[in-house]
C-alpha cells in the first residue's frame, strides 16, 4: 500500500499536463501503424466499416497494456459524449460495456491505474455513462444490460477519491430517474442509500481537507487538470473546486430523491441526525438550480411516514419557516411544506405553533413565480384548523381579522367613504413620520399600527409603505423578529413580491442582527439588484453598506465554511488529547478529518469505505 502510495506521489509531482487532446493521431503527417485506432476508426469514410471498426475499438483497444491512446481516446468520448448526449450511434455500439470494463480495471489494477495517465481513465468513463443516460431511458437500459452498476458503486464506495464519487453518483442518479432502471438500483437499496446519506452529509468536510485546504504544490495533480482542463490557474480552480463539491451534494441529494418519491427507504432517510443535516444543505450561490436539502425535505413531506419525521424535528421546520419568509428561489418549497404538515391531522398540532406565525406574515402574498392565489391557499388552510392553544388561537384569530371581518366590512363601503378614510390614513401616517423624525421611535411605531389599522386592505402600496415603516422601527429598538415579520408583509405586498428595495434592506438587517448570514445575504443581494435596475443613467452606483454587508456574510456562508469550523474544532481536541507531534506519519488536517467522520458516521449508518485518496 505505501509503496503505491509513493507512486501516486511521484507520479503527480510530474509537468503538468492536459488530458484533452490537441490534435487526433491521423492528422500527422506521419501514417498511423495502430490496427485498432480509435482516431482512425472515427475518420473511415464507409459508415459501416467505420461502424464495425468502433466495435471492435470498444472491444479491444484497452486490452493492451501502458497505451498512452487511452486518455486520448476517453478524453474525445467525453467531448463527444457532453456535446451529443442523444446520439444513439455509440451505445449502440458498446461504449457503456467499454466504459465498465475501464472502470473496474482502474479500481482493481493500481499498476495499471498509475501507469502513463490512466488515472483519468475511471473519471471519464463514469462521467460518459452518465452524460449518455442524462436524457434516454433507452441508453439507461442499454446501460444497465452492459453491467455499469457494480463498478458505478464502486466509486461510489470511495474506491478512488471524491472526484469519481461526484461522476459516479450523477450516472446513478440518472439511471434511477427511470422507471425500466430504478429496480437494477434498487437491488443495492440498503448500500446506495446509506452511501449516498454518508456522501451528502460528508462529502463537503472529504473535499475540503482533500483539496480546498491543501497547499497549492500538495494538491492532486490530477484533480487540478480535471477541475481546469489543465490549462487553469488557482483561483479557476477554487472556483470549480466549489462547483463540483456543491454538485457531488446536489446529486447525492437527487439520488435519495428517487428512492424517496417512491416512499423507498425512507427509514434510512429520515433518521434525526441527516434530518438536521438537510438544513444546511444549500445549494445557494453556487448550485442556484437545485433546491439542495429543501427539495428532498419537499419529497418527504408527501408521505406519510416523511412528515411524521419531519414533524418531530423542531429545526427542520424552523428552516422551513426561514425559508417561506425570504426571497430564496425556493421559497415556495418552504410554503408548500409547511401547508403539507398543516393538513395532515397526525402531524399539524406538533407544527403549529411553529408554523402559524411564519405564515400569517405571508397572507397577503399574491403570485409567486408560477405559484398564483398563495396569501388564499395559506388562509385557507389556517382558518380550517381548530386550534386548542391560546397562543396560536390568537394568531388565528389575526388571520379571521384580516381576512374575513375586515374584508366583509369593505366591501360596502362607498368610493366616498373610501377617500375619506385613507384622508385619515395620510394624516396618522404623517404623524406617525413626524414623531420618527423627532427621535419618538416607539410613539412612531405605535401610529404606524394606527394607520394599518384603518388603511382599506385594497391600497396594497399604501400599506406596504406603512408595514416597512414599522419594520425600520422595530430595527432601531433592536427587535429583530417584528421587523422580519413586518418587512416580510411589506414584501408580499409589493408587486411583484419580493421587490420593495427598502423592505429588502430592512429584512437584511434585521437578519442580521440574529446572525442569520445566508437570509441576510440574499436580501442584500436581491437589494442590489433592484437598486441597479432601477437606475435609468448609465453610471450605476452600488450602495456602500449594502457592499460591506455582502462582504461580512460571503465568508460566512461560504461552501466550505461548515467544513473549515469542523476540521478546526476537532484540531483542537487533537491537540488537547495527544498535543503536537511533528513525526506524525499522517498529516494532523487528515487525522481531525477522520476523527471527525467517525464521529458522524457512527450518528448515520456506520464507516465510509476507505478511499484510496486515503493512501496519498
Known amino acids: 500500500m505505501r509503496n503505491q502510495s509513493t507512486n501516486m506521489k511521484s507520479h503527480m509531482k510530474k509537468k503538468r499536463e492536459t488530458p484533452i487532446p490537441?490534435?487526433?493521431?491521423?492528422?500527422?503527417?506521419q501514417l498511423c501503424i495502430n490496427p485498432r485506432c480509435f482516431f482512425c476508426s472515427m475518420g473511415e469514410p464507409d459508415r459501416s466499416v467505420r461502424k464495425a471498426e468502433i466495435t471492435t475499438c470498444f472491444k479491444e483497444i484497452f486490452r493492451g497494456e501502458n497505451r498512452e491512446q487511452h486518455v486520448l481516446v476517453l478524453s474525445g468520448l467525453w467531448h463527444i459524449a457532453m456535446s451529443q448526449p442523444n446520439d444513439p450511434e455509440f451505445p449502440s455500439?458498446?461504449?457503456?460495456?467499454?466504459?465498465?470494463?475501464?472502470?473496474?480495471?482502474?479500481?482493481?489494477?493500481?499498476?495499471?491505474?498509475?501507469?502513463?495517465?490512466?488515472?483519468y481513465v475511471p473519471y471519464y468513463a463514469a462521467h460518459i455513462i452518465g452524460s449518455y443516460t442524462m436524457n434516454k431511458e433507452e441508453f439507461a437500459q442499454l446501460a444497465v444490460e452492459s453491467g455499469v452498476i457494480p463498478p458505478l458503486l464502486d466509486l461510489l464506495r470511495g474506491k478512488i477519491s471524491w472526484v469519481e464519487q461526484r461522476v459516479a453518483v450523477r450516472a446513478l442518479g440518472h439511471l434511477a430517474s427511470y422507471k425500466?432502471?430504478?429496480?437494477?438500483?434498487?437491488?443495492?437499496?440498503?448500500?446506495?442509500?446509506?452511501?449516498?446519506?454518508?456522501?451528502?452529509?460528508?462529502?463537503?468536510?472529504?473535499?475540503y481537507v482533500d483539496f480546498v485546504a491543501v497547499k497549492e504544490n500538495?494538491?492532486?495533480?490530477?484533480?487540478?487538470?480535471?477541475?481546469?482542463?489543465?490549462?487553469?490557474?488557482?483561483?479557476?480552480?477554487?472556483?470549480?473546486?466549489?462547483?463540483?463539491?456543491?454538485?457531488?451534494?446536489?446529486?447525492?441529494?437527487?439520488?435519495?430523491?428517487?428512492?424517496?418519491?417512491?416512499?423507498?427507504?425512507?427509514?434510512?432517510?429520515?433518521?434525526?441526525?441527516?434530518?438536521?443535516?438537510?438544513?444546511?444543505?444549500?445549494?445557494?450561490?453556487?448550485?442556484?438550480?437545485?433546491?439542495?436539502?429543501?427539495?428532498?425535505?419537499?419529497?418527504?413531506?408527501?408521505?406519510?411516514?416523511?412528515?411524521k419525521s419531519i414533524a418531530e424535528s423542531p429545526k427542520v421546520v424552523k428552516t422551513l419557516g426561514n425559508i417561506s419568509r425570504s426571497s430564496d428561489d425556493w421559497q415556495y418549497i418552504g410554503i408548500d411544506c409547511l401547508l403539507l404538515l398543516l393538513k395532515d391531522p397526525d402531524t399539524r398540532y406538533k407544527v403549529l405553533d411553529a408554523a402559524a406565525p411564519y405564515l400569517i406574515d405571508l397572507i397577503e402574498l399574491t403570485t409567486l413565480g408560477d405559484k398564483s392565489n398563495v396569501g388564499e391557499?395559506?388562509?385557507?388552510?389556517?382558518?380550517?384548523?381548530?386550534?386548542?392553544?391560546?397562543?396560536?388561537?390568537?394568531?388565528?384569530?389575526?388571520v379571521m381579522d384580516l381576512k374575513v371581518d375586515r374584508r366583509s366590512k369593505e366591501k360596502v363601503l362607498s368610493e366616498e367613504k373610501l377617500e375619506e378614510t385613507m384622508g385619515l390614513v395620510s394624516l396618522i401616517k404623517q404623524q406617525a413620520n413626524h414623531k420618527f423624525r423627532l427621535g419618538k421611535v416607539e410613539e412612531a411605531l405605535e401610529k404606524y399600527s394606527e394607520a394599518l389599522g384603518v388603511c382599506p386592505l385594497r391600497?396594497?402600496?399604501?400599506?406596504?409603505?406603512?408595514?416597512?415603516?414599522?419594520?425600520?422601527?422595530?430595527?432601531?429598538?433592536?427587535?429583530?423578529?417584528?421587523?422580519?415579520?413586518?418587512?416580510?408583509?411589506?414584501?408580499?405586498?409589493?408587486?411583484p413580491a419580493n421587490t420593495h428595495r427598502k423592505s429588502l434592506w430592512r429584512r437584511s438587517q434585521a437578519y442580521d442582527m440574529k446572525g442569520m448570514a445566508k437570509e441576510s445575504l440574499m436580501d442584500c443581494i436581491m437589494f442590489m439588484n433592484s437598486s441597479i435596475k432601477s437606475v435609468e443613467t448609465m453610471r450605476i452606483k452600488i450602495p456602500y453598506h449594502a457592499a460591506r454587508m455582502i462582504c461580512k456574510h460571503m465568508d460566512a456562508t461560504w461552501l466550505f465554511a461548515t467544513a473549515r469550523l469542523r476540521v478546526e474544532k476537532t484540531m483542537q481536541e487533537l491537540n488537547q488529547v495527544g498535543g503536537d507531534d511533528?513525526?506524525?506519519?499522517?498529516?494532523?488536517?487528515?487525522?481531525?478529518?477522520?476523527?471527525?467522520?467517525?464521529k458522524r458516521n457512527s450518528l448515520l449508518h456506520g464507516k465510509l469505505s476507505p478511499s484510496f485518496a486515503d493512501l496519498i
Not at 437494477?184 to 454518508?198: F, G, P, R, T
Not at 511533528?582 to 471527525?596: G, L
Open 22 to 29: 490537441n490534435t487526433p493521431c491521423n492528422s500527422s503527417d
Open 93 to 119: 455500439l458498446g461504449i457503456f460495456k467499454c466504459m465498465a470494463s475501464l472502470i473496474h480495471k482502474g479500481i482493481n489494477d493500481r499498476h495499471w491505474l498509475l501507469t502513463n495517465q490512466n488515472i
Open 180 to 207: 425500466s432502471t430504478f429496480e437494477s438500483v434498487a437491488q443495492h437499496e440498503q448500500e446506495v442509500v446509506k452511501l449516498a446519506l454518508n456522501l451528502a452529509s460528508t462529502c463537503l468536510e472529504i473535499v
Open 218 to 307: 500538495k494538491r492532486l495533480e490530477y484533480h487540478r487538470n480535471l477541475l481546469t482542463r489543465g490549462v487553469g490557474d488557482l483561483e479557476m480552480e477554487n472556483r470549480k473546486v466549489e462547483e463540483w463539491a456543491s454538485q457531488l451534494q446536489c446529486w447525492s441529494l437527487h439520488l435519495l430523491n428517487c428512492f424517496a418519491c417512491k416512499d423507498r427507504a425512507l427509514d434510512l432517510i429520515c433518521k434525526k441526525v441527516f434530518l438536521k443535516d438537510l438544513c444546511d444543505m444549500w445549494g445557494g450561490l453556487i448550485n442556484h438550480t437545485s433546491p439542495a436539502g429543501v427539495g428532498l425535505i419537499r419529497i418527504l413531506c408527501y408521505s406519510k411516514e416523511g412528515r
Open 377 to 398: 391557499t395559506i388562509t385557507k388552510v389556517l382558518l380550517n384548523l381548530k386550534p386548542n392553544r391560546q397562543k396560536v388561537g390568537t394568531v388565528l384569530q389575526e
Open 459 to 495: 391600497f396594497r402600496k399604501e400599506r406596504m409603505v406603512i408595514y416597512s415603516n414599522k419594520a425600520q422601527c422595530h430595527i432601531l429598538l433592536k427587535n429583530a423578529d417584528s421587523a422580519i415579520s413586518d418587512s416580510t408583509r411589506a414584501l408580499c405586498l409589493s408587486s
Open 582 to 598: 511533528q513525526n506524525e506519519e499522517q498529516p494532523r488536517d487528515h487525522k481531525a478529518m477522520m476523527m471527525m467522520m467517525e
